[in-house]
């Protein structure tokens, strides 16, 4: 119901009348619409219920099936930002908690556990068990959701945290982290996190191993209260590098870090005036333009020596097939396996062991803007100078080439037959010379980003050369192969999940007065889809991809043509699978060529 920041200011209005209507027993005409109602079914209320911005909100008529958080409400069509009943006691699983719920921003499926905002009402210097049970106004859109229940949400399954921020210019930055988890009261709430990503700088991952402490209750290292001294409450060490629980100073201040600060942004003299967390389910967060760097740790195919498991390329085929239950497409690309069978020991221990431990990421140059399948035709040069090579050129549709620390750019290195005279060349990407093009906005495979590369004037040392010089086409005809099989078996559990949560679709969507799943032309079609599905596993089959997700998209109806459901995301992911590491009809080249059926033609000079 917001901008693309999701909760800043405008929901504290909405806030306020949506809890109003919610417990007023008075009625008359404002719309619900999601998967419980149909359109123009009514909630009797006071008016027309509508955020700032004219935009219709939700409101539940009853609770949505007993959902766990805002992610599960998310799956069931509830698309929309506003206050949801969800129920993540394991304990108690009838006992219903109000929370906030973040449809809009990164993705949506976001359960709001903290919000601040420019005008402040509640007071957030309170004690630890206040902080326990919870406080604030949702209303008022100030609070504090309580430690109890974010444990409880994040004791379910791994979870990601998302920091907004915004300070008093109305500038705002983000940070997110792979993984967050809150211990029980037990062992007083102790935080574990990793994994940043952002632009607002990393203030948060110090506080990980401590204990929440309070006015009344301190566990902080300093030689003196952190909560009282600056009057907050959090995961406090000596003290802190964030205090979003902090004083409401309202921008500069001169005291000392007891504002809500966020130091690697706005330092400790300035207190911010709008903050929101929020928390989702890592194992199932919705596509988003960011590459987490922790999750290709383990190479299984890649030396012992540095840090591979050293095992033979078929466990590298179970990775990449493990990594397709979690909805991971980008891991393949961000390792270099051309490095790992060609290259020296120093390309070794200089690119690829940092690329397995997951300190760097790679990306690999080969297609440009004239030149995609056919990759001999490419037009990218590294001339010898001295001990140096220089480079020029561009190189196009390059995966991870943001995220990227160097890449893996096949190039021209001599005049002679175009087979033979091109090398791969391990390239840092923070060399001077390296320009990209903004992220190109895909429909698919998100999780990577990808754009064009120029070269210019770009110097690296000659020993980068991978292998023998002049052989870099045959290298990288090898490695296609190996691409090729891991792309064709990341697909097949993206299909499985197609087919799973296409039958809980279908169970619960009603047609003529009965399930969709009784209708037997859809059950045997499934069946079927699951058969092509094994067989794909064994043959590895890759067209059968897109047969799946399309025939699955197909029984969702209407749902099916949204980007906010899993399976049009398998859809339009899928949609790569037959472009990257050849297309079809190059597959199929390779196939006469095997044949013998393919005419002679005369080699490229």
Not at 12 to 41: C, F, Q
């Amino acid at each position: 119901v917001t901008e693309s920041r999701g909760i800043m200011v405008d929901l504290a209005t909405a806030w306020l009348v949506l809890v109003v209507i919610m417990v007023s027993p008075a009625a008359t005409d404002a719309h619900v619409h999601g998967p419980n109602s149909t359109e123009g079914e009514t909630l009797h209320t006071h008016g027309t219920l509508h955020d700032p911005h004219d935009h219709p909100i939700f409101l539940p008529k009853r609770p949505q099936h007993m959902s766990r958080n805002c992610y599960d409400l998310y799956k069931r069509g509830f698309l929309l930002t506003g206050l949801y009943n969800i129920y993540p006691y394991d304990c108690c699983p009838e006992r219903p908690v109000l929370v906030l719920c973040d449809m809009v921003t990164d993705g949506g499926g976001w359960t709001v556990i903290q919000h601040r905002h420019q005008q402040p009402r509640i007071d957030f210097y309170r004690t630890w068990m206040e902080y326990a049970l919870g406080f604030g106004d949702l209303a008022e859109g100030e609070f504090w959701l309580g430690l109890d229940h974010i444990h409880a949400l994040t004791n379910q399954e791994a979870n990601e945290i998302r920091f907004d921020l915004e300070d008093f210019d109305g500038q705002t930055r983000w940070a997110k982290y792979t993984f967050f988890y809150v211990h029980d009261r037990n062992n007083d709430y102790k935080l574990e996190v990793n994994g940043y990503m952002g632009d607002a700088g990393d203030s948060f991952s110090t506080h990980g191993g401590q204990r929440f402490s309070a006015k009344d209750k301190d566990f902080g290292k300093a030689k003196y209260n952190c909560s009282v001294k600056y009057k907050g409450a959090w995961w406090y060490e000596k003290c802190h590098k964030s205090n979003l629980n902090g004083l409401y100073l309202s921008g500069p201040h001169a005291s000392y870090a007891d504002g809500i600060n966020w130091k690697s942004w706005r330092g400790y003299h300035y207190s911010l005036r709008t903050t929101a967390m929020m928390i989702r389910p890592r194992s199932e967060a919705p596509a988003t333009a960011e590459f987490y760097t922790d999750e290709h740790k383990e190479l299984q195919r890649s030396l012992k020596k540095y840090g591979g498991l050293g095992l033979d390329y078929s466990y590298s085929m179970a990775m990449s097939e493990a990594l397709g239950t979690i909805n991971c497409g980008a891991i393949p690309m961000a390792v270099a396996v051309q490095t790992d069978m060609f290259g020296s020991n120093y390309l070794k221990e200089e690119f690829l062991a940092p690329s397995i431990s997951g300190e760097k990421v790679s990306c690999l140059g080969v297609s440009e803007p004239g030149a995609g399948s056919d990759v001999a035709s490419i037009q990218t040069t590294a001339k010898r100078d001295g001990d140096d090579l220089i480079i020029n050129g561009q190189k196009m549709w390059i995966t991870n080439a943001w995220q990227a620390d160097w890449i893996c750019l096949l190039a021209n290195t001599s005049q002679g037959p175009a087979h033979l005279n091109k090398s791969l060349i391990c390239v840092p990407m923070n060399s001077p010379g390296i320009h990209l093009t903004k992220r190109i906005d895909k429909m698919g495979m998100r999780s990577s980003d990808t754009a064009q590369i120029f070269f210019e004037d770009v110097r690296v040392p000659a020993k980068n050369i991978i292998g023998d010089e002049g052989m870099g086409f045959t290298y990288q005809m090898l490695q296609f192969q190996e691409e090729r099989l891991a792309g064709a078996v990341l697909t097949i559990p993206p299909m499985d999940t197609c087919i799973q949560s296409t039958i809980a679709y279908t169970k619960e969507r009603k047609a003529f007065g009965q399930p969709l799943l009784n209708n037997q032309c859809i059950h045997f079609r499934l069946a079927e889809l699951e058969t092509e599905i094994e067989c794909l596993r064994s043959l590895i089959y890759r067209a059968t991809a897109r047969e799946v997700t399309d025939s699955c998209l197909q029984f969702w109806g209407g749902m099916g043509f949204t980007n906010e459901v899993l399976v049009s995301r398998f859809f339009r992911d899928m949609r790569l699978v037959s472009i990257g590491g050849g297309a079809d009809e190059v597959m199929l080249m390779i196939i006469c060529k095997y044949m013998d059926t393919l005419p002679r033609l005369p080699r490229k000079k």
